[in-house]
T-cell receptor, first 115, second 117 residues
Framework: AQSVAQPEDQVNVAEGNPLTVKCTYSVSGNPYLFWYVQYPNRGLQFLLKYITGDNLVKGSYGFEAEFNKSQTSFHLKKPSALVSDSALYFCAVRDGQAAGNKLTFGGGTRVLVKP | DGGITQSPKYLFRKEGQNVTLSCEQNLNHDAMYWYRQDPGQGLRLIYYSQIVNDFQKGDIAEGYSVSREKKESFPLTVTSAQKNPTAFYLC????????????????FGPGTRLTVT
């Protein structure tokens, strides 16, 4: 079984400040981890993924995420948030040892960046 | 939203009617997926297909049906048996590796908002 949790429903941050969106996961095998962003009434856009290798993954729009195996976490970060980063963010996981490409999504975290 | 189109963007139906949502992709992806999104619940997998003429139930398949007759198309039918069909429906596609790799990201369409009254 695989699961993912996003403990914060909403994150508020001032423009220019660092942004962190938290994600923890649970899988039986090796985790494949993904972050997506969704703007209102739109589909999801892929930001970045961790499969193997360096624990710090860099993605689109200045976002990065750090894989921490001991804490089973994959937090999304951005050093300096923009108002345009305000959106709904989803973390997703799949078990690397399971067949198929079935993702499990977290409940989402709404990010509000204030000017 | 990449090369995935969903139509229509908004759909209204009366209770008891079946309705089919369209999903087309031009990314040459083998795998396609249907998700349902409700407020505060994230995305839940309805059906997925790894290859033409084959599909599997996801976590909430009851009241839904799909077909995969062409690589490019994966329509979803919401039947009258679905008890609470009003939701935002998202279609996605991804590559699949020849050696069973499944680390490819999924690409999403713009979604269809279905309202049943």
């Amino acid at each position: 079984a695989q699961s993912v949790a996003q403990p914060e429903d909403q994150v508020n941050v001032a423009e220019g400040n660092p942004l962190t969106v938290k994600c923890t996961y649970s899988v039986s095998g090796n985790p494949y981890l993904f972050w997506y962003v969704q703007y209102p009434n739109r589909g999801l856009q892929f930001l970045l993924k961790y499969i193997t290798g360096d624990n710090l993954v860099k993605g689109s729009y200045g976002f990065e995420a750090e894989f921490n195996k001991s804490q089973t976490s994959f937090h999304l970060k951005k050093p300096s948030a923009l108002v345009s980063d305000s959106a709904l963010y989803f973390c997703a996981v799949r078990d690397g040892q399971a067949a198929g490409n079935k993702l499990t999504f977290g409940g989402g975290t709404r990010v509000l960046v204030k000017p | 939203d990449g090369g995935i189109t969903q139509s229509p963007k908004y759909l209204f139906r009366k209770e008891g009617q079946n309705v089919t949502l369209s999903c087309e992709q031009n990314l040459n992806h083998d795998a396609m997926y249907w998700y349902r999104q409700d407020p505060g619940q994230g995305l839940r997998l309805i059906y997925y297909s790894q290859i033409v003429n084959d599909f599997q139930k996801g976590d909430i398949a009851e009241g839904y049906s799909v077909s995969r007759e062409k690589k490019e198309s994966f329509p979803l039918t919401v039947t009258s048996a679905q008890k609470n069909p009003t939701a935002f429906y998202l279609c996605a596609s991804s590559r699949t590796g020849t050696s069973g790799r499944a680390d490819y990201e999924q690409y999403f369409g713009p979604g269809t908002r279905l309202t049943v009254t």
